[in-house]
């Protein structure tokens, strides 16, 4: 990675947006409780200086080190002049990009990156964005050997890296897995800022281009291994979890199809089947559910400031993963899985406090454990990425816990 010969290692690009915001102090401590000789240099970027340097005092404040303003750099850069990309993009390694919703702002930032040399991490949960991406540079990106990696906040971290963390811990082949989200939104209720409503209400509103999409790509469908996993009504009991769930529409699922089509066909590894739910609760909250429409519409309102922080501070989440296989030596070929486990996932409040662990955990990898990447570079997910690293182990010391509830041979 171009690390020597440029200024900085990292730079938080819409540094001064909500989830920037956090972004940034989540680096800010990351660095303070590095070793020094393994303290990084690092930047912020965006339009307005004078709210980089408010979000950088803010930080300060709230990490009881008045020194950070003057330790980080400042770098003035706007999507609409290409070369304000450039020139952020050459004097890092590695740019997280904060800025949404990316199918408007993604693109230059990932070209400007791929140009430069630059690797770039996103928190995108646009799953349009994100395979165009891979279809368009997927192979520029490689040529120049550098990495680009969408979705690396809780859309979709936890979900494609539970399939690989349920994988690793089953005694045999895993074959199937389906998670289940609930979200504990305490009594303030869930929260999400305006650019992430923007970006979930427009990538819900472009499925009809993922189709078109996906048909046109022609892939070779991934081959299914075992019994194939049926798809629940789209309402539907789980017992296990004493809650009714619905399917989850977030970027989870297709995340997780591109890892295990990626783990398949590069590293010959079994391919997993999966899907993606959400717990809705008893009977009230489904009954409640169908008046309102979409799910997040019944939960979810924008709102701001103080009354936003205090939701955040009272809200978490688990991911239940149940999946099945096959032991050592068990056919998998007409006979019924033969074993099944239980793990989870579990981390504090999803959008603005895990995203930004789960975006820096996955830039201290990038930056550290290059050796345990795939080789050359590329635009990947972060289960392609990061299935050798030890960013597993990262994420549980820094919140987002991996943990194996149950496993057993039916
Ligand atoms: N994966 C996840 O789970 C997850 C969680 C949270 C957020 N996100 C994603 O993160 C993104 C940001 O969300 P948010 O709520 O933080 O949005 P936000 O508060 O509106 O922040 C947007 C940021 O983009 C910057 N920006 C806008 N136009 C720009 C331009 N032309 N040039 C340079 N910078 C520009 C803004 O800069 P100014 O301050 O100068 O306006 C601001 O820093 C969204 O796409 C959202 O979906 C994902």
Known sequence: MATEQR???LVVFGASGFTGQFVTEEVAREQMTAEQSSRLPWAVAGRSKEKLQQVL?????????PTLPSEVGIIICDISNPASLDEMATKTALVLNCVGPYRFYGEPVVKACIENGTSCIDICGEPQFLEVMHAKYHEKAAEKGVYIIGSSGFDSIPADLGVLYTRNQMNG?????????????????LCIHDGTWKSAIYGFGDKGTLRKLRSASCLKPVPIVGS??????????CRELNSYSIPF?????????????????????SPVQYA?????????SVIKLMFAGLFFLFFVKSSIGRHLL????????????????????FSTDKNKPNIRICTQVKGPEAGYVATPIAMVQAAMTLLNDASDLPKGGGVFTPGAAFSRTKLIDRLNQHGIEFSVISSSEV
Do not use: C
């Open 249 to 269: 529409l977030g970027s989870d699922m297709s995340v997780v199809k591109r890892t295990q089509r990626y783990l398949h066909e590069n590293l010959q590894e």
């Open 173 to 189: 082949t895993l074959t199937a897995v389906e998670s289940f989200l609930t979200i504990h939104t305490g009594s303030e209720g």
């Open 228 to 237: 194939k996993l049926k798809r629940r009504w789209p309402v539907s009991y």
């Open 310 to 329: 205090a939701k955040m501070e009272s809200s978490s989440f688990t991911m239940t993963f149940f999946g099945q296989g096959y032991s050592h030596g």
């Open 7 to 9: 200024p900085y290692h």
């Open 57 to 65: 005092e803010k930080a300060a404040l709230k990490l009881g080190r």
């Open 276 to 284: 993606a739910y959400v717990t809705v609760g008893g009977i009230t």
